[in-house]
């Protein structure tokens, strides 16, 4: 037991670790998009104007400084992969979030090199970010799930939490999805404005698609929280979840409007990251809350914690 316990807590770590990374490397892609570095490196990959090591120009650095976070997330994911599929057989769910923690790490990082190579549409490019999204979101996933293992090998057993309503239990799901594709409006309209794109097809501009899909979003996340802590006082972590989700939302609305009255382009530059963030925070808590509902569906067994098994 203490051998398990013990591969469990390195397990947790290496999952913390590379969730910080994997935070690191989207904040990177955000940096290289409002600092229009891309081309810091030419149209080369992996090599930075043909040289391993970049020279020493403002955008050859945060592009090469990106692409080493990433390639750092990269191997962390790996490691996380394989130290989850050996060591905590009897999570397949954490074995899982750990494999599409590499696999969109890998499909992103792949689409990043070819933007790099060829020129890529404001429509692609903003995927690129849902798919960094997606990384960030398995990886934080992962983390907490690892992290609530150890907790549950390590204390006294907690009762098994009562389920939750297959009405919750869709909301919540078609909540996350629609905060995706929100995400999604916001990404393809950053890129529309660096590529200097006013409509998509002739038909909406992106920033009236945004701000429309940002609205109902708020009022999406106002309706997650509420009914989260208001209907399940036995189920502490989804009542946390709520609350932290409509503490990002608010904090995504008060960033927005600072943009609009922000002038100044070194600052507005890090307002706009912090956004980004944010949401891709919010996603991830969202994603993990939807897990998390899943588990607790009426139409599933429940199943008991590690201290109960053993």
């Known amino acids: 037991m203490n051998s398990l316990n013990n591969k469990i807590r390195i397990l947790k770590w290496l999952a913390l670790v590379t969730c910080i990374v994997m935070f690191l490397a989207t904040f990177g892609g955000g ?24 020279a020493h120009t403002i955008a050859s650095l945060i592009e090469f400084s990106h ?3 990433s390639a750092m997330a990269g191997i962390l994911s790996i490691a996380s992969f394989v130290g ?24 992103q990082g792949a689409m990043g090199a070819l933007a790099v190579i060829f020129s890529q549409s404001a429509a692609v490019m903003g995927l690129h970010f849902g798919f960094a999204l997606i990384a960030f979101a398995s990886a934080t996933m992962m983390t907490l799930g690892a992290w609530q293992e ?18 919750y239990r869709n909301f919540i799901w078609l909540s996350t999805i629609y905060t995706y594709i929100a995400v999604y409006s916001g990404a393809l309209l950053s890129h529309s404005v660096i590529q200097k794109v006013v409509n998509i097809g002739g038909f ?43 503490v990002l939302i608010i ?28 949401i891709a925070s ?8 939807s897990y998390r509902v899943w ?9 008991p914690t590690q201290a109960q098994r053993t």
């Open 31 to 54: 940096v290289v998009t409002r600092t229009d570095s891309g081309l810091g490196c030419g149209r080369e990959f992996p090599l930075c104007n043909g040289k391993l090591v970049p």
């Open 204 to 246: 909406i501009s992106p920033l009236l698609l945004h701000q429309i899909s940002a609205g109902l979003l708020f009022v999406i996340i106002l309706a997650v929280g509420h009914y989260s802590y208001r209907y399940h006082p036995h189920h502490r972590d989804i009542r946390t979840l709520g609350v932290v989700s409509v």
């Open 150 to 167: 150890h907790a549950d090998s390590r204390y006294t057993p907690r009762l098994i939490p009562g389920r939750v309503s297959r009405s």
């Open 295 to 303: 588990q607790l569906s009426p139409d599933r067994k429940l199943v």
């Open 67 to 69: 692409r080493s976070v």
């Open 282 to 289: 919010l996603f991830s808590i969202l994603a993990y809350l």
């Open 84 to 107: 989850f599929l050996l060591f905590m057989k009897h999570r397949k769910d954490l074995q899982l979030f750990s494999l599409l923690t590499l696999l969109f790490v890998i499909i």
């Open 251 to 278: 904090l995504q609305v008060v960033i927005g409007i600072i943009l609009l009255y922000v002038n100044r382009p070194e600052i507005y530059m890090f307002i706009v990251l912090g956004h980004m963030l944010v």
